[in-house]
């Protein structure tokens, strides 16, 4: 047994057993990326890693598998999935995530080819078949609820752990009392009803935590410029599967080794001299959607906008964010011993799923000095 | 200068005047009033008093002097009306708050007789007019919103306070960045654009430390139980404005030292033998408006109901709760320089607003061993 | 199981027979005690109750049994000690201490007589002799030593509770370290060398309280006046056996309902009139030996100094603490699995232990109005 | 006037000015170099840095400033100062230190070349002399005490933000406290009386965090490595001031970059496959002063233990800290309005100034499988 401090949940204690899954380098490699990617430029705490939340994910299951009475073969199944849910994120996280996707057509939660190797070889000491572990990681069976459902550790942990590095008051959950409240009902993950106001928490939090912290428009300039930037890498040669074994460092160190258009990204953010806003429009001054449809043709639409400015491509960049949903609306609570999704019995939740779209905000994103110019071109294209 | 430590803002600084002020015998009897009554039943640790929340609120307002520029002469007039606002308040704050209403015709705010003798004479030293005072806290004049408004010093200091001494998670609210986001405008107080989360959050916290803390069901309880020994104790003689004067010891003392039910009452509330549920119900389970006309005559039909159900007066308690409000939904925000109310701005604190209403319960309360008859009894006056 | 919120551990779990104890008249009388007596006058916050440090206690102790894996029989046993404690306490904790200790020949962890009644049925239920329950409060038996020792979960409770609601900085302990390092070795508590640094922060922490907290001058003012108020009370007819079972309302009633010196100095209590100090002295500034013998006839003192300054009794509070002793540097360490005492290892603690008796002081009490007159008169029977 | 979030103070607010020098490159850079070197492989939570760290001593030089009540033409060159002040450290703060002296000749408080370009650009908009900054930096002039002296804004700021990223609960400092309590007197920095607590909790906590963190055993033997790969890459050709101006991923990039021992120690780094003590001795156990001599030959003491352990050169490494020393022993406080040194009036301080010899340790530091013998060979070297 060893144990490891963290400032979030105090001591986090491994067994053999973890210790020999985070000695991996895949586990390892979490430690050099960033958990809120670009978030450090707007909030300078917001440093913290992929590798202490996968540890923060454990301790919260561990509450979870005692409260839950879980059997001990089942528990190393689950232990082992909460510390390598993440080990499918690209360098920076959610920032090289869209194309990541694009060009693997993988998602970070589809992880089966990477539990081989040292990761197949520490499982197998446990006599655990590594695709049940890829399978916990996509929620698809029951105990994969408690990494990745509505209402996980995954996400208690992330909540919390954003919070107290960005110094942001919102991220407060009673997790303690949700965890206590949860059970099993016919295969599904459950809240007692003493555990409404925990859950309700959650949702506020996340709710409050959106716009303040992950939709933070500085953040998602950021993150438009590198996901940009790492794209103009692929196209000239890099291998996408080789960027997504990359750390953040190296991902920088490739950027500013090369010429051209992802050396000036790379310069511009070691500077922090970032594009800035040509527009920014919230869904009632679009037709959504419409808009939402322009996210499969973003790159042409940019050219034409570029084009029509007289800049170059690759700075005027559209940023369309999905669709925003709040999937723990559809978590499920007891209520006198019936099942019901939260969003029926909380007319709270309800308004927070609603009023969640009224922080979804398009953005055109240009060099400081051809805003006025962008912002012209930029609403024939998108203003209603 | 004297600088006093406070757990909840870490060093509040008084000057002479405050100084002045806090050695009058009205402001020393805050020190022995509970702020939340008998909330300590459910949180052992909510023993916190009147006094430090007062000291909390003047540290709040010097805070909102600073941001809005405040003249010299009118601040030390705010000043003291934040030190004085709750010397109004009886024993056990909100417990005995409907009582003396019915019985002094007035409301804790209305202050204007108590600001006389030492503090009139601290008052003089800075040609202080008292009436100025008694208007700043009934809300009356523009600085008056500091004080006692939608969204004021008071209850930014209250939610923080009673969620450290609770220990419930939900108090956090932004209030240092709410308060640097105000500023007036034609002698409105209003919040600026930056400001919305901030004032958002404040409805949060005060949506769910309603039914955590505010109306828990023991608390609840126990605060009728002393209402009605109260109303016993001035029935029998007691002065109204004698009570209004007493600390809580004070009130518990006279409770034992008398015969019959107000002692019994007293010796319940000693042993936490406290009277149990014998029916509660959300508003959807009564007709709403007929309900709410009883509360001008709950001893006539708590009398039919103990007498129905064959016990003596005062062991059948009916708690009927005023309509649930958020007044911070009318509070005024900048959106584009324009000025608008929050809940025009924000879905969330219209849903709020809303759902607030869910939390309303009425109860019936009577000992643990009559429960079955009095629900009974009750249900035939009650349920639609 | 019953949880109930506490602001410093979070939750603590109650079973059935922990519910049972606390349902009884000496543990709820412990809600009505403060847990540092009169340092509300010094730190407003302080309101904290014997209570919820019984709770904190028993949850420390339920972390420490685990560690320790103590056998289910025994558990129960440490765990009513720990709820039990301190139903020995009179009103105001310590500020009584003294005089109940002088009047009654017994001290606060001597409290045999006190379990009978409910408290013995309660633990007849679990088959558990009572004065096995007096054995472990005062410390008695190897198991005896997780309540009352060097470093017993009574004090780390209380240090972490303390600086909570004072808000001072100090009392910060890592007690969840120093509990998972604790062994027993031949039926002594030990430490494990990995705790040195936890075991040294708690002593350091204490140390560090002393003059800030538990030995502020204002807080021994206050409570030399209630301990002279509360003899003049015996030596008129309080019966001591009484005083002990009351709460601090009740004395605080009592000493309002009197006449003469007990009213005078109640009222001076309410609104903060306390005495002043006439004369503060360090060890250096005293014939040490001398003046630690004058703790048995400080009465007779008092009275010659109050005669010789024209004052009547009662007005000249002499306070001469006790040797100041940090009994933790006795508690054992295993250094190379060898038993060693703290002390002999830690130059920091041994440095502490000595450094303690710096903060020793000597005071003497009068009305502010009488000041120097009375420091003239003790200057002669006090400074060397 | 710009507000950042930082998760330990709360805002910080920026002017105009401040934001100009952030702006900088220098500033910037500081966003990419950690603040504790390799202490995340100790504390996974440690990954906060310069930057945040910058702007956190400015915040608490604007409280001394304010408390000071300095004039407004000094305030700026101060405030520059607080912000500048760690732009002479290289890759990893401490980590490449000792070799950036070595190669360079400079101290990293040395930073009067590096106050050029931008910065002097910035500081020429407010009539700022470059040179009066570098003197700040150094703590030459009197106000070079708020940055560079025993009590300095510096400390009290990384002791905060290192326990609030660590986790360890010893870095509470009443440093709000403290503040308050400081003046100027004859142009030292001095602590009135009633800081003295305050000074001390400063004092404690450095005692603390040394063997916890700063001297942690694991960094240091990360510091080692990565101190012996640099130096080879400086011997092969990489200039010291280049050096000096890369970040951490720089710094690792080019090791990864390499062949041979430092892409070596770089790949062991990654995998958290770090060197392991073979030999860890106490002051005690070996002839300390003819020891601390070797730390100007440890190059050659370590080929020639290497090289009797049969083993390449840089997988033997001698690890030598300095003589400790606790130079805030020698701040100054105010008794009595005589000016004293704290460890004249605190015995306290002076057991802290002696036991930190306790904390000294040196290593001898080798890959796991090569310990036995690489023990044998040092123990001949270092053991008395």
Known sequence: MKVVKDPVHGYILLDKFALGLIDTPEVQRLRRIRQLGLSNFVYPGANHTRFEHSLGTLHLVDMLLNTLSIDDEERDEVRAAALLHDIGHGPFSHSTEGILERYTGKNHDDVGDLIIGEIADVLETQSIDPSHISKLILGETPLGQLINSELDADRMDYLVRDAYYTGVAYGVIDYVRLIYEMEFREELLVVREGGLQAAESLLISRFLMHPTVYFHHVSRIGEAMLSHATEALIETGLDPNVLKRMDDSELMATLRSTKGYPRDIAERMDRRRLFKRAIYLGKDSVDIERVLEFQNQYKKIESEMAREAGLPGGYVLLDIPKRLEIAEGRSRILI?????????????????????????????????????KVEKVARNYLVK
């Not at 939260?342 to 398009?362: G, H, I, T």
């Open 336 to 372: 006198k011993d019936e099942m019901k999704h939260l969003d029926e019995v909380s007319q709270l939740v309800r308004a927070l799923v609603d009023a969640q779209w009224d922080n979804w905000k398009l953005g055109v994103y240009t060099p400081e000095e051809h805003r006025a």
